[in-house]
Structures are given as structure tokens and as C-alpha cells.
């Protein structure tokens, strides 16, 4: 009778263990406020879609959402914060293309991101922009694609460090091309457009905002654009793909994922609520103007995106052999 007694108290008190933690996974908004982690400084483009989505979710919910910046290694130090973080709904990453699906492939990280972190919604993209001096003496991607075929290795291009999205744009277009243009890795944007500017490097596989400024003045000529389609501020330059290389894609984008345990109820709230908040008239314009394209998925969406960008990038990687020296 005692035994049947306590096996009777035990199951209950492991279902109200069950129920509470249920509950709990279906609290939503979070009871304390919200963070949305971000891998890069204050000012990038990172950091102004995740700043200005993330007031529009929190007005949504009616709860803060916090922008946390957290830079280096390349947005790796961010996604490792995040993927160690508890999963209860009130931490997100606003990832990026290089630590989750780049990186793994040119380096051992303490953390898995397809295990680790887990995707919620897709945020936004923009493709680079091919941009030259004016010294090179090019228009046009095929007179560049012609110039580095002259004389291999003569072409060298910068990018804002090994395994970043503009460093694998280059080595994509190296493949595509037969071309063997030159690596030369800076740590940022900014020192590889100043020395872009200055005739010491020939190209960069730009983010369009930093090099828009410079292509209106006519300091630096635009080949291409390196997704399927024309952004709408640069609509007279063709993308790779219509240049002679059909499929060609490239992108830098940013996503929303959580902590890899982060219970499926509290993710399928966090993407209703980021699809909405991306879908906003004022939101969608607010990204354009920063020339930035609002990309809502479902979670299954974003998850075959990121195997697919993964599996794009690792064939690069090995092909090329390239390290994350």
C-alpha cells in the first residue's frame, strides 16, 4: 500500500513537473525582456535591420527587446553567447551567413550551429556589388574577367577577412570564371574601400550602402551584383548570373535563430511575430532605405536555406582550400 502510494505521489508530482514546464514553454512574451543579440559593432548593417526590427517587435508584444552587441571573431563570438544561452524564448541571435554557415567548414567551433542554434525566421539579405578603381581601366565584368585571364594572379581583390561573405563571393567567382584572382584580407569594410579608393588593391565584393556613395561620385566603377536579381538602387548594373554566369548567387544575409533547445511552441510564436514584424509597411521601408530586403520565412524554409547555403560554401571551401588564416 505504501509503495502504491508513493509511486502514485511521484507520477503526479512528474506530471505537474511536465505541465509546469509546458506552460512555461508556451509563456509568451517572455516575463523578463528580450534580447536580441547582434555579431557585429553598432552602425552596420546588422545592426540597423536588427535595431529597427527589433522595435517593431517589441511593440508588437508589448515587452523590451534588447539589441546587444557582440563583435569579433567574426560574429562567431555572438553565436557561441547565444547557442549557451538558456532556452527560454527570451535570448534570440540575429545570425549571419558566415558563423553559420561558412565558418564550420574552415574551423573547429565550440559550437554546432545546425545542433546549438536553431532557426526561427529568415530577416533580411543583400547581394554584394563587384566594384573597381577607376585606374583598372574596366566597365565591365567581362574586360575584368578578360584582364585577369591575361596575366593570372594579376587581379587581386579585397574582403573584410577570410571566411567572410565578401571573401567567399570572390573565391565563388573565381570558380565560376576560371580566374585566380589574389586574396587580400582586411578587417573591416572600411580599410579595404580605403585602400580600394586609393588604386593599392584592384576590386571588392562590396556591401552595396558602403559602396554606393563612391559608385554616385564616379571614384568607383560597379561590374555586377552578386544575387539572382537587380537591387532596385542599382538597376542599370547586371547581376553576375546575366553577365555570363547563369545561377551565380552570393549573398550576405541575416536570420533569426535561438538556442537549440528553445521548446518548438516559443519558436513557432517568435516567427509568427518576426514574419509579422517584417511584413510592416514602415519596417519593409525603413530596410530598403538602408538597402536592405526583408526576408520572412517559415522555420522548415530557413533551415533547407542555411543546408543549402552550407552545402554551397563547403564545395568552395575545399575546392579553393581555403583557411581561416
Known amino acids: ?20 514546464s509546458l506552460a512555461q514553454a508556451q509563456d509568451f512574451p517572455p516575463r523578463k525582456p528580450v534580447t536580441l543579440v547582434v555579431g557585429f559593432a553598432a552602425g552596420g548593417a546588422a545592426d540597423s535591420a536588427a535595431r529597427l526590427i527589433a522595435k517593431k517587435l517589441g511593440e508588437n508584444i508589448g515587452q523590451t527587446v534588447i539589441v546587444e552587441n557582440k563583435g569579433g571573431a567574426g560574429g562567431n563570438i555572438a553565436h557561441q553567447f547565444v547557442a549557451k544561452a538558456a ?8 545570425g549571419s551567413v558566415g558563423p553559420l554557415t561558412i565558418a564550420p567548414h574552415l574551423m573547429k567551433l565550440p559550437y554546432d550551429p545546425f545542433v546549438d542554434l536553431t532557426p526561427i525566421s529568415g530577416g533580411v539579405y543583400f547581394p554584394n556589388v563587384l566594384v573597381v578603381h577607376k585606374g583598372l581601366g574596366v566597365k565591365t565584368l567581362a574586360e575584368f574577367v578578360q584582364l585577369e585571364k591575361k596575366k593570372p594572379g594579376s587581379v587581386d581583390f579585397a574582403s573584410t577577412g577570410a571566411g567572410s561573405a565578401s571573401h567567399l563571393a570572390g573565391e565563388l567567382f573565381n570558380q565560376r570564371a576560371g580566374i585566380d584572382m589574389v586574396h587580400v584580407p582586411y578587417k573591416g569594410g572600411a580599410p579595404a574601400l580605403q585602400d580600394l579608393l586609393g588604386e593599392r588593391i584592384a576590386a571588392y565584393f562590396s556591401a552595396p550602402p ?17 544575387g539572382l536579381t537587380r537591387p532596385a538602387y542599382l538597376p542599370n548594373i547586371p547581376t ?6 547563369p545561377g551565380f548567387e552570393a549573398l550576405n544575409w541575416y536570420a533569426f535563430v535561438a538556442p537549440g533547445k528553445t521548446p518548438v511552441p516559443l519558436l513557432d510564436r517568435w516567427n509568427q511575430e518576426i514574419v509579422k514584424a517584417l511584413n510592416d509597411a514602415g519596417v519593409k521601408d525603413a530596410l530598403k532605405h538602408h538597402g536592405l530586403t526583408p526576408q520572412p520565412t517559415t522555420r522548415a524554409e530557413l533551415a533547407a536555406f542555411m543546408k543549402k547555403e552550407s552545402t554551397q560554401w563547403a564545395a568552395i571551401v575545399k575546392e579553393r582550400k581555403i583557411t581561416a588564416d
Open 87 to 94: 532556452p527560454d524564448g527570451s535570448v534570440l541571435l540575429f
Open 1 to 20: 500500500m505504501q509503495k502504491r502510494h508513493f509511486l502514485r505521489a511521484t507520477t503526479l508530482a512528474l506530471s505537474s513537473l511536465a505541465l509546469g
Open 210 to 226: 558602403t559602396a554606393m556613395p563612391h559608385i554616385e561620385s564616379g571614384k568607383l566603377i560597379p561590374l555586377a551584383t552578386t
Open 240 to 245: 553576375v548570373a546575366e553577365a555570363g554566369y
